[in-house]
């Protein structure tokens, strides 16, 4: 298993990225000096295994806020580009602009033809000006509607694919109403009568999160995080100071088993070892599979039932003493 | 989302116009004398420049519902603390202090009563309570409420103050934007009205849910209303922000609010509308 050169590295990634990048050192130094490694080798790819798996397991809330930051981790397109056999991109909410922030499109997932819409971070610095850095407008979530309601149209299933640090705060989002855009989608999709499935893929950050984090389930990938508002914008308030951000991250208790725990979410989808970003195309799969998997029971489910189904399921969120 | 900073922020006046012990209190707009016993009488507006002071639910419920009538329900339902939270102090010790001090159990007291002999449902958040965030009670609670209506068949109404979801129930405190929005749309499937009053401050969760929902949007005069809080947006763009942002001339003026009613008319606009809407085309 040869790795690439991983341009950038968490600090406790570090050990483990370490030790691969020695490996694949050894392996080139075999091959060019013709010496025998293999046995070398092994013993180091068993250890590096076994420190993989010894810091996975125990990461921290703020640890997987990071994982869920993490440059190279795969985004929506890329999900879509290694789970779609078609993908049609359709643009703009007919009435402002489009969004680059929010894409959205007509999708062949195996035997569904479904839509697919979801939060689109950039690469770089270029590309993520061209995003916005995934924080969309008003006529983000709009377009987002709009391309739901050929869903409904036409009777499609609704694939959500949530990645975002929040809905943009700028004066242009304010005017346009962020505030009724999203409302208008929790409103909507509420009672929009096809399957609808969430993945958290990445940053779960509050409103601009949920304004597309409606559905009959809500899964999320184990290294993902969700919750009200972001941990620098919690520690910035409640700490008075924005790098108490690991504290308030463990405080609002922000990763996937406690939104599992909460009964928030329906599932933890497993990432490849490593995180997503270890294997892109193996997170693909695996966040195919489970979306199969839950779209193929939801798609049993008579429709009347299935809004019954989704009311009960928002009835019965939060906590609280009488 | 942000109450607290804007508590520190804004609300350093505010303290004032809470109206403390004495008998003469000063407009914070207009920096007139008022005397108490004439600003109840005036419902809380200034004489002299109309700012409309803020006010706790009860003056509300005593300036909106026909003498007696309102009936509160679910008064006890308090937060469980579920995260279990904690920042410089517990979550639960906060609550704790603030039933104390406040007398309430939480940022919204739901009821029903008769506005000008039209039965209602009506939810009135509080913003004394936590800086009026929502959280799992205040949630459950409007949510009921709308339920209520629809059972009752009685229009809804919805007043908020509020800084938007509290911080300290985490992700639950995120759901209640999309419970309350569920039963608001259900609610409208069945054509029942629902009339959204913003006051001064509605911002956040609460705007981004159930606020901007209604079939009719009334805001009271020069109330902040949005998404972000203004200081998030002054940071990020890293430039002022034009004068009258967010104020609900503002937000009138972009297309978000129907009307903006003068506190001293607001039952009888919200009398009016639910006549409007009460009435029946008869055929001839
Ligand atoms: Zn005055």
């Given at each position: 298993?040869?790795?690439?050169?991983?341009?950038?590295?968490?600090?406790?990634?570090?050990?483990?990225?370490?030790?691969?990048?020695?490996?694949?050192?050894?392996?080139?130094?075999?091959?060019?000096?013709?010496?025998?490694?293999?046995?070398?080798?092994?013993?180091?790819?068993?250890?590096?295994?076994?420190?993989?798996?010894?810091?996975?397991?125990?990461?921290?809330?703020?640890?997987r806020v990071?994982l869920a930051?993490?440059?190279?981790r795969?985004?929506?397109?890329?999900?879509?580009?290694?789970?779609?056999?078609?993908?049609?991109?359709?643009?703009?909410?007919?009435?402002?602009?489009?969004?680059?922030?929010?894409?959205?499109?007509?999708?062949?997932?195996?035997?569904?033809?479904?839509?697919?819409?979801?939060?689109?971070?950039?690469?770089?610095?270029?590309?993520?000006?061209?995003?916005?850095?995934?924080?969309?407008?008003?006529?983000?979530?709009?377009?987002?509607?709009?391309?739901?309601?050929?869903?409904?149209?036409?009777?499609?299933?609704?694939?959500?694919?949530i990645d975002?640090?929040?809905?943009?705060?700028?004066?242009?989002?304010?005017?346009?109403?962020?505030?009724?855009?999203?409302?208008?989608?929790?409103?909507?999709?509420?009672?929009?009568?096809?399957?609808?499935?969430?993945v958290i893929i990445g940053e779960g950050?509050?409103?601009?999160?949920?304004?597309?984090?409606?559905?009959?389930?809500?899964?999320m990938l184990e290294n993902s995080w969700y919750?009200?508002?972001?941990?620098?914008?919690?520690?910035?308030?409640?700490?008075?100071?924005?790098?108490?951000?690991?504290?308030?991250?463990?405080?609002?208790?922000v990763s996937a088993?406690?939104?599992?725990?909460?009964?928030?979410?329906?599932?933890?989808i497993?990432e490849?070892?490593?995180?997503a970003?270890?294997?892109?195309?193996?997170?693909?799969?695996?966040?195919?599979?489970?979306?199969?998997?839950?779209?193929?029971?939801?798609?049993?489910?008579?429709?009347?039932?299935?809004?019954?189904?989704?009311?009960?399921?928002?009835?019965?969120?939060?906590?609280?003493?009488? | 989302?942000?109450?607290?900073?804007?508590?520190?922020?804004?609300?350093?006046?505010?303290?004032?116009?809470?109206?403390?012990?004495?008998?003469?209190?000063?407009?914070?707009?207009?920096?007139?004398?008022?005397?108490?016993?004439?600003?109840?009488?005036?419902?809380?507006?200034?004489?002299?420049?109309?700012?409309?002071?803020?006010?706790?639910?009860?003056?509300?419920?005593?300036?909106?519902?026909?003498?007696?009538?309102?009936?509160?329900?679910?008064?006890?339902?308090?937060?469980?603390?579920?995260?279990?939270?904690?920042?410089?102090?517990?979550?639960?010790?906060?609550?704790?202090?603030?039933?104390?001090?406040?007398?309430?159990?939480?940022?919204?007291?739901?009821?029903?009563?008769?506005?000008?002999?039209?039965?209602?449902?009506?939810?009135?958040?509080?913003?004394?309570?936590?800086?009026?965030?929502?959280?799992?009670?205040?949630?459950?609670?409007?949510?009921?409420?709308?339920?209520?209506?629809?059972?009752?068949?009685?229009?809804?109404?919805?007043?908020?103050?509020?800084?938007?979801?509290?911080?300290?129930?985490?992700?639950?405190?995120?759901?209640?934007?999309?419970?309350?929005?569920?039963?608001?749309?259900?609610?409208?499937?069945?054509?029942?009205?629902?009339?959204?009053?913003?006051?001064?401050?509605?911002?956040?969760?609460?705007?981004?849910?159930?606020?901007?929902?209604?079939?009719?949007?009334?805001?009271?005069?020069?109330?902040?209303?949005?998404?972000?809080?203004?200081?998030?947006?002054?940071?990020?763009?890293?430039?002022?922000?034009?004068?009258?942002?967010?104020?609900?001339?503002?937000?009138?003026?972009?297309?978000?609010?129907?009307?903006?009613?003068?506190?001293?008319?607001?039952?009888?606009?919200?009398?009016?509308?639910?006549?409007?809407?009460?009435?029946?085309?008869?055929?001839?």
């Amino acid at each position: 298993m040869a790795l690439k050169t991983q341009k950038f590295v968490l600090e406790f990634e570090r050990p483990v990225v370490e030790l691969e990048e020695k490996i694949h050192e050894m392996r080139e130094y075999a091959l060019s000096s013709g010496l025998e490694l293999d046995d070398d080798i092994k013993r180091l790819e068993k250890k590096a295994g076994q420190l993989r798996k010894e810091i996975y397991s125990n990461l921290t809330r703020w640890q997987r806020v990071q994982l869920a930051r993490h440059p190279l981790r795969p985004y929506t397109l890329d999900y879509i580009g290694h789970m779609c056999s078609y993908f049609e991109e359709l643009h703009g909410d007919r009435h402002f602009a489009d969004d680059r922030a929010i894409v959205s499109g007509l999708a062949q997932l195996d035997e569904f033809s479904v839509i697919i819409i979801g939060q689109q971070k950039g690469r770089g610095t270029k590309d993520n000006l061209y995003r916005n850095f995934g924080m969309p407008n008003p006529e983000g979530y709009r377009k987002a509607l709009r391309v739901m309601d050929l869903a409904v149209k036409f009777d499609k299933p609704i694939i959500t694919l949530i990645d975002t640090p929040g809905a943009y705060p700028g004066i242009g989002a304010e005017e346009r109403g962020q505030a009724e855009a999203i409302a208008r989608n929790l409103f909507r999709m509420a009672r929009m009568p096809v399957p609808l499935i969430n993945v958290i893929i990445g940053e779960g950050a509050s409103g601009g999160a949920l304004g597309i984090g409606v559905g009959d389930r809500i899964l999320m990938l184990e290294n993902s995080w969700y919750s009200v508002i972001s941990p620098e914008g919690c520690a910035a308030i409640l700490w008075r100071d924005a790098a108490k951000a690991p504290e308030a991250a463990e405080a609002m208790k922000v990763s996937a088993p406690d939104l599992l725990e909460l009964g928030i979410v329906d599932e933890i989808i497993k990432e490849p070892e490593g995180g997503a970003h270890h294997n892109t195309e193996q997170a693909a799969q695996i966040v195919k599979e489970a979306i199969l998997r839950h779209l193929r029971e939801l798609m049993q489910i008579p429709r009347r039932e299935l809004l019954e189904q989704r009311l009960d399921k928002y009835s019965k969120m939060g906590s609280w003493k009488e | 989302m942000d109450w607290f900073k804007r508590k520190k922020e804004a609300l350093k006046p505010v303290e004032k116009k809470e109206l403390p012990d004495g008998l003469w209190i000063k407009c914070d707009n207009c920096g007139e004398i008022i005397y108490k016993k004439e600003l109840e009488k005036k419902l809380y507006v200034c004489p002299k420049c109309d700012f409309h002071f803020r006010i706790g639910s009860d003056i509300y419920i005593s300036i909106l519902f026909d003498k007696g009538t309102f009936t509160e329900f679910n008064q006890s339902m308090k937060a469980a603390d579920p995260l279990n939270f904690k920042d410089s102090r517990k979550y639960s010790d906060k609550y704790k202090a603030t039933v104390k001090k406040t007398g309430m159990n939480e940022a919204v007291v739901t009821g029903t009563g008769q506005i000008e002999k039209h039965k209602v449902v009506m939810a009135l958040m509080d913003f004394k309570f936590l800086g009026g965030s929502m959280g799992s009670v205040v949630g459950e609670k409007i949510s009921r409420a709308i339920d209520l209506a629809l059972e009752n068949k009685q229009p809804m109404l919805i007043l908020s103050s509020s800084g938007g979801a509290r911080m300290h129930e985490g992700i639950l405190s995120l759901m209640q934007m999309a419970k309350t929005s569920a039963k608001l749309a259900r609610l409208a499937e069945h054509k029942i009205p629902y009339i959204s009053i913003l006051t001064n401050p509605t911002t956040g969760g609460t705007t981004a849910s159930y606020a901007m929902l209604g079939d009719v949007h009334i805001a009271e005069p020069g109330a902040l209303i949005g998404f972000a809080g203004p200081r998030v947006i002054k940071q990020t763009i890293g430039q002022d922000l034009p004068p009258g942002f967010q104020r609900s001339e503002f937000v009138q003026d972009h297309g978000f609010i129907d009307i903006i009613v003068h506190r001293h008319e607001l039952k009888q606009r919200i009398a009016s509308l639910l006549d409007f809407f009460a009435h029946q085309n008869n055929v001839a």
